[in-house]
T-cell receptor, first 112, second 115 residues
Framework: QKEVEQNSGPLSVPEGAIASLNCTYS??????FFWYRQYSGKSPELIMS????GDKEDGRFTAQLNKASQYVSLLIRDSQPSDSATYLC????????????FGSGTQLTVLP | KAGVTQTPRYLIKTRGQQVTLSCSPI?????VSWYQQTPGQGLQFLFE???????NKGNFPGRFSGRQFSNSRSEMNVSTLELGDSALYLC??????????????FGEGSRLTVL
């Protein structure tokens, strides 16, 4: 089993809709979780970090963490065409908080 | 505040050659990590440096090496290049402090093509 798995996509949503991106992880002791956004031809950019169970909101983005079920999700409300990118879930590797394991990413397209 | 700077941005090498990539982290960031990104394997961790010491190393052969200087700048080297080394090499810096550990700021990357 891969350490970090994401719904492979691609995912297409109409402009203004809610985009839901999911990620599961295998290491039960993970304490921190990250979402990165990567535009085509660009480098990843940190958009959300979450450390506690529950929801964390930042503008149109909401990260949800459920440690018991070992999943973390990212909701993008009022999706815009500029949100079209690949979204990468990242979790610290076993034994080191400084070594991130990334999921394969979910490619999101927001249709105007 | 300047971001992470990587040089060169693009380079082409032939099999058997070696390459050195450079990274200057964000001012004040002492942790520098390197990742390899390929279409097939995605983002994979290479190594991480802090205060000139390698703290973590990913599952890559010994041909991949790196170092960090006293000013936190870092270099990575790949020797005896193989076709499969063609990839985007990303450097990331981190404040590496408390809950900010794992919050990486990536440079634009160095795209290596091995012919």
């Amino acid at each position: 089993q891969k350490e970090v798995e994401q719904n492979s996509g691609p995912l297409s949503v109409p402009e203004g809709a809610i985009a839901s991106l999911n990620c599961t992880y295998s290491d039960r002791v993970s304490q921190s979780f990250f979402w990165y956004r990567q535009y085509s031809g660009k480098s990843p950019e940190l958009i959300m970090s979450i450390y506690s169970n529950g929801d964390k909101e930042d503008g149109r983005f909401t990260a949800q963490l459920n440690k018991a079920s070992q999943y973390v999700s990212l909701l993008i409300r009022d999706s815009q065409p500029s949100d079209s990118a690949t979204y990468l879930c990242a979790v610290p590797s076993s034994g080191s908080a400084r070594q991130l394991t990334f999921g394969s990413g979910t490619q999101l397209t927001v249709l105007p | 505040k300047a971001g992470v700077t990587q040089t060169p941005r693009y380079l082409i090498k032939t099999r058997g050659q070696q390459v050195t990539l450079s990274c200057s982290p964000i001012s004040g960031h002492r942790s520098v990590s390197w990742y390899q990104q390929t279409p097939g394997q995605g983002l994979q961790f290479l190594f991480e440096y802090f205060s000139e010491t390698q703290r973590n190393k990913g599952n890559f052969p010994g041909r991949f090496s790196g170092r960090q200087f006293s000013n936190s700048r870092s270099e990575m080297n790949v020797s005896t290049l193989e076709l499969g080394d063609s990839a985007l090499y990303l450097c990331a810096s981190s404040l590496d402090l408390g809950e900010h550990t794992g919050e990486l700021f990536f440079g634009e990357g160095s795209r290596l093509t091995v012919l």
